[in-house]
């Protein structure tokens, strides 16, 4: 097996091949009687790179802390879980539903080496939030330039 280094460019290359699967799929699926045809990517994630910190914030509302997963292994994120149907009811007669569940996964990379023995999770409003704190071999250090 092997490793490959992924320098920032090929990252961002990846992503983009990634987000061109994910439009080609989405064009496939479309019309589809599945629960998520026409969405691009289910949960929808924002990650943003702070000083100290990468924070992940995914959209899953209706989903219950208890329902979903977070794993780190080396630099990639993993959630996943289920957004469960409350109750159902028989005796109405739907005409048409977009109310999204099931089970769903979403990896992506990590953009820095993390601290997976820190990472924190936070499920408030349907918005759910992870901390990932840099490893300290990650973050940048200021050397002073002797002069």
């Not at 977009?98 to 996964?105: A, I, L, M, P």
């Not at 992506?108 to 936070?122: G, N």
Request: aromatic share 8%; proline share 3%; hydrophobic share 35%.
């Amino acid at each position: 097996m092997a490793l490959v280094h992924l320098n920032k460019r090929n990252r961002n290359g990846l992503a983009r091949l990634h987000n061109e699967m994910d439009d080609l799929f989405d064009g496939f699926f479309r019309g589809l009687d599945r629960p998520f045809a026409g969405y691009k990517a289910w949960p929808a994630i924002d990650v943003a790179e702070e000083e100290n910190a990468i924070v992940v914030r995914a959209e899953v509302p209706g989903c219950k802390a208890d329902d979903i997963d977070i794993s780190v292994y080396g630099n990639t994120l993993t959630i996943s879980g289920e957004k469960k149907l409350e109750e159902e009811k028989k005796e109405k007669g739907y005409y048409h539903i977009e109310s999204t569940y099931g089970s769903f996964r979403r990896e992506l990379t990590l953009p820095t080496d993390v601290d997976q023995s820190k990472v924190e999770a936070a499920c408030t409003d349907g918005v759910l939030t992870i901390t990932l704190p840099k490893a300290a071999s990650a973050k940048a250090v200021k050397v002073k330039v002797k002069g």
